[in-house]
């Protein structure tokens, strides 16, 4: 019998719902994001990212089941991420949940938003394991192996601050609007790389750093302003993109040497970064690797990642009972 998961995503700044079909088949996905008024204030403002999922929930899942042409009881399960995100969001969808499992006497499932990432890959392709997983997000950067559904092994995570936490930062004092990533990539294409800036080099661990770059570059904006010289914004975005993203091909590749797993998935809101994207496909073709990336909607937060992320645990019945809560951290 077919499989429907109403899935639910509010951790961060977009509140969004979609119906799921066999943990692949995206029925219908909604999504209403509130970056326009978090750009106001140069970042995400938690409180006001709260209140704005409280607003949208009822008009979000009204339009998700209209798309479809749906309705509740029809469904086989009701998912909802739990955690990492901003606690206040997360509960939001959270209670959400639960009403209409309460009310529809559905299972509710619990899903990682990470691992909802991840599963984004399974959506128009077919992952197969073993695999590597690289998540990079505004939160997170890690590198994994997958050896099947929801089995992990952790090689590696930033010591510090995340890939696309310094995507942000850097367009901040390079006078770019939030979100900063696609703004960086954007202004990257028009510069060439004539900054020297520093790699960090941890070449024997599976661990990445962002930390001294970001301060490389917020140093180098703020010394040529005191000097008052211009700096060159293309060329630095550009020399930024590039050492960022050797930071994540050289832990790939070392992952391609030693492990001998011969497929890739990328992951979460920087995977939508065509750079990253054209230097992960020449090292899956150096290693003769084969290399999964999810479509551009499904690389940045939405719903239907979370119905095929949830679909493996209604499977194997692994349902969350009523005390399932919202959690800040939640590394996989
Ligand atoms: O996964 P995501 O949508 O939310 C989190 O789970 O954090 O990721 C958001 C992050 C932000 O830091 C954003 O700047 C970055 O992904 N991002 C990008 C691009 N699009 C989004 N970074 C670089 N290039 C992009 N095109
Ligand atoms: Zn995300």
């Given at each position: 019998m077919d499989v429907y998961i109403l899935a639910i995503e509010s951790s961060c700044d977009e509140t969004s719902m979609a119906i799921v079909k066999n943990g692949k088949e995206v029925i219908s996905l909604v999504i209403a994001s509130q970056m326009d008024t978090h750009a106001l204030y140069g970042g995400v403002v938690p409180e006001i990212a709260s209140r704005m999922h409280t607003e949208a929930i009822t008009m979000v899942l009204e339009e998700t089941l209209k798309k479809a042409q749906m309705k509740i009881e029809d469904m086989s399960a009701i998912a909802v991420t739990c955690?990492?995100?901003l606690t206040g969001s997360l509960i939001v969808g959270i209670e959400a949940a639960k009403t209409l499992a309460l009310m529809y006497d559905k299972p509710l499932?619990?899903?990682?938003?990470?691992?909802?990432?991840i599963y984004a890959n399974n959506i128009e392709n077919e992952m197969e394991f073993p695999m590597l997983a690289l998540v990079v997000s505004g939160g997170h950067t890690e590198l994994l192996i997958m050896e099947d559904d929801y089995k992990f092994k952790?090689?590696?995570?930033?010591?510090?601050?995340?890939i696309g936490e310094c995507y942000d930062?850097?367009?901040r004092v390079l006078d770019l609007k939030y979100p900063g990533g696609p703004n960086v990539e954007k202004l990257a294409l028009e510069g060439e790389h004539n900054y020297d800036l520093p790699h960090p080099v941890m070449d024997d661990?599976?661990?990445?750093?962002?930390?001294?770059?970001k301060s490389a570059v917020i140093n180098l904006v703020h010394n040529s302003k005191q000097r008052g010289?211009?700096?060159n914004r293309a060329d630095l975005a550009c020399s930024f993109q590039e050492v960022a993203i050797d930071e994540l091909t050289r832990k790939v590749e070392k992952a391609f040497r030693e492990t001998n797993i011969?497929?890739?998935?990328?992951?979460g809101g920087v995977s939508a970064n065509k750079y990253l994207k054209g230097e992960m496909q020449k090292l899956c073709d150096k290693y003769e690797a084969q290399l999964l990336i999810p479509r551009l909607l499904y690389c940045t937060d939405n719903a239907a990642m979370i119905g095929a992320?949830?679909?493996p645990l209604y499977l194997r019945k692994e349902f969350s009972d009523f005390s399932l809560n919202a959690s800040s951290i939640g590394d996989i």
């Open positions: 955690k990492p995100g499932i619990g899903v990682n938003h990470l691992i909802g990432h952790k090689l590696g995570e930033t010591l510090d601050d995340a930062k850097v367009a661990t599976y661990n990445f750093s962002y930390s001294g770059l010289e211009e700096i011969k497929r890739l998935v990328v992951a992320a949830a679909y």
